[in-house]
């Protein structure tokens, strides 16, 4: 054990802000971490009145919830009506926008929830508009209530600003602490501008209580910087993104150590376990904010992940836990990166064979997408950001012929100093007991689903990755 820790702890705000702020920015494109406080401990969740008091929100205004229907419980009581009654208890009114499962028991982050929860702050059930909304979930009702604050507050700047506080209700995600939001858009999920929140508290009790799962799959989510931050280094090297940063890796320092000495007792569901992956997730989640894009923790492995859900309609199957599948996902992207880093010759390379026709493509996003959404709609969503993308490759053509002679004095060394090795990933994720398979997945995945989307994922979005470079290649 060498204890290694975190480089900053997220509870000690001033601190990294400060940090922040000493860091060269002369481009301008650091951001700042707009959260008021971050709360952390087992009895978090009691001082959530005085959360609000410290945002502004005094007791008898209206505060409006966003949970879903999942049961839930801290210690042997149910969550929900305990929050209620802590909120009542302090002089607060509240009411609660219910979201609804589909028929496979899934709540979906769209805009059209977003904007009902819009409507209900505007509205007040109560008679009065709301002054505060509470994002009591995970993932999905972290999404719904963090962009409807925001769109709230853009739609409506003279009124009070709507104050927004964070409960996570599982360690399962890296949207807590970040100010962007994930909805879906023509059934592709799409990264889009949001706020961050004013507090986020976080009760290690209720987190320990969640399902084992949900802790397993924030941890995978964690473990997606380990070839993430490849493929943003990648596609800076290729001139295929405008800002490349190393200063949001810095905030994830020793992650793998940390989460290698660690992962026994996160598989436990100790209060220290879930304290390290909420920590984690914390600063994952601060890290791609700071840079406005989700490029430090998001790359080949998400967009996997992102296209087994848009396929799972089609194959008559509920969503596994994103995490889950990111984490499934991070093995095979690792080991992609570990061919690619041993076999890359760019003697072999035909350059010109590297520019593929716009034509052939569409047709092919269209072709490959069809049975999925015989609509067009999501092909067609694919093409309009994958376009663009290919549109820059073009362009930055001798930005691909400098990466190729200069690869093993420069690129080279550099891409396997910022990945880990599918063995460390997948060690970390074996010593907690989270899925190494699509097998273990819950629902399991087929091959044949997840070959397609190992295979077609850097088509979905604009941002570069690795898969994009392979194709291009020719690599299978």
Same mark, same amino acid.
């Given at each position: ?51 609000? =008091? =410290? ?261 008559? =199957? ?159």
């Amino acid at each position: 054990m060498t204890g290694a820790t975190f480089p900053f702890d997220p509870v000690d705000l001033p601190a990294l802000k400060g940090w922040l702020a000493a860091q060269d920015n002369t481009q301008g494109a650091l951001r700042p971490v707009d959260i008021g406080e971050i709360l952390i401990g087992p009895g978090a969740l009691l001082e959530l009145p005085d959360v609000l =008091r =410290r945002a502004g929100i005094e007791p008898g205004a209206h505060i409006q919830l966003v949970i879903d229907e999942t049961p839930m419980w801290r210690d042997d009581v149910e969550l929900k009506p305990f929050v209620r009654e802590l909120l009542y208890v302090a002089g607060y009114s509240e009411s609660a926008m219910h979201l609804e499962d589909d028929d496979y028991g899934m709540v979906h982050a769209d805009f059209e929830s977003v904007e009902d929860a819009v409507w209900g702050l505007e509205r007040g059930d109560l008679g009065t508009p709301a002054r505060a909304i509470i994002g009591l979930g995970s993932g999905t009702v972290t999404d719904i209530a963090k962009h409807a604050a925001f769109l709230y507050n853009q739609k409506h700047p003279d009124r009070p600003r709507m104050v927004y506080i964070c409960v996570p209700t599982a360690n399962s995600v890296t949207a807590y602490a970040a100010n962007m939001a994930v909805l879906l858009k023509d059934g592709v999920k799409r990264t889009v501008p949001s706020c961050y929140p004013d507090a986020i508290v976080c009760d290690l009790r209720v987190l320990a209580d969640a399902p084992e799962e949900m802790t397993l799959a924030g941890l995978g989510d964690c473990c997606a910087r380990f070839v993430a931050y490849g493929d943003w280094y990648l596609a800076s090297a290729l001139g295929l993104v405008d800002y490349y940063s190393e200063v949001p890796l810095a905030l994830l320092d020793n992650l793998d150590t940390i989460l290698l000495e660690h992962a026994a007792s996160i598989g436990e569901r100790s209060l220290a376990g879930e304290a390290i992956v909420m920590r984690a997730l914390l600063l994952a989640g601060i890290a791609q904010s700071i840079v406005n894009m989700s490029a430090p923790i998001s790359g080949t492995e998400h967009v996997t992940s992102h296209v087994l859900d848009m396929i799972a309609g089609h194959y008559e =199957r509920s969503l596994a836990l994103h995490g889950a599948q990111v984490g499934v996902a991070t093995i095979t992207a690792a080991a992609l990166y570990q061919r690619f880093l041993d076999k890359f010759d760019p003697a072999t390379v035909n350059i010109d064979s590297c520019y593929p026709a716009d034509e052939p493509l569409q047709r092919y996003i269209r072709h490959i997408f069809r049975a999925i959404d015989p609509t067009g709609a999501m092909a067609k969503e694919c093409w309009n950001d994958y376009s663009k993308k290919l549109a820059l490759w073009r362009k930055q053509r001798p930005r691909f012929e400098h990466f190729c002679a200069h690869w093993h004095e420069t690129f080279r060394p550099k891409l396997a100093a910022l990945v880990r090795s599918p063995d460390v990933v997948r060690r970390i994720l074996a010593e907690a007991g989270a899925p190494l398979t699509i097998e273990a997945l819950e629902p399991p995945i087929s091959q044949k689903e997840y070959d397609f989307a190992v295979r077609n994922g850097h088509f979905i979005r604009q941002r570069f990755v690795l898969g994009d470079l392979l194709y291009f290649l020719g690599w299978e």
